[in-house]
Nanobody, 125 residues
Framework: QLPLVESGGGSVQAGGSLRLSCAAS????????MGWFRQAPGKEREFVAAISKNGDSTYYAESAKGRFTIARGDAKNTVYLQMNSLKPEDTAVYYCAASASWTIATMMPPSNGRWGQGTQVTVSS
């Protein structure tokens, strides 16, 4: 499978903002539902946000509501995660996920989905 390419992680102080990007290479004729998960040290990977292939449906974890915004880019199969008012507990490796058959309303990882390599987000107090 062709990879998902992520960018935009980094280190910020609490209250700051970061914007993550993810692009699915290939898939010229296929549109993917896309989203983000994160995994903090010693914890399981958890859902953050997801968006439908046409952008008309979005889902957020409770921890992300009101602070994070997921949006599709102009290029096919690209997605952004704008993270505002970051907190130390947002510190994690963030992973992009994509799947044409993913039921994003479940907020569960897609079966047979594609995953990015992960990008580190560190929020200091």
């Amino acid at each position: 499978q062709l990879p998902l390419v992520e960018s935009g992680g980094g280190s910020v102080q609490a209250g700051g903002s970061l914007r993550l990007s993810c692009a699915a290479s290939g898939g010229v004729f296929i549109s993917y539902n896309m989203g983000w998960f994160r995994q903090a040290p010693g914890k399981e990977r958890e859902f953050v946000a997801a968006i439908s292939k046409n952008g008309d449906s979005t889902y957020y974890a409770e921890s992300a509501k009101g602070r994070f915004t997921i949006a599709r880019g102009d290029a096919k199969n690209t997605v952004y995660l704008q993270m505002n008012s970051l907190k130390p507990e947002d510190t994690a490796v963030y992973y992009c996920a994509a799947s044409a058959s993913w039921t994003i309303a479940t907020m569960m990882p897609p079966s047979n989905g594609r995953w990015g390599q992960g990008t580190q987000v560190t929020v200091s107090s």
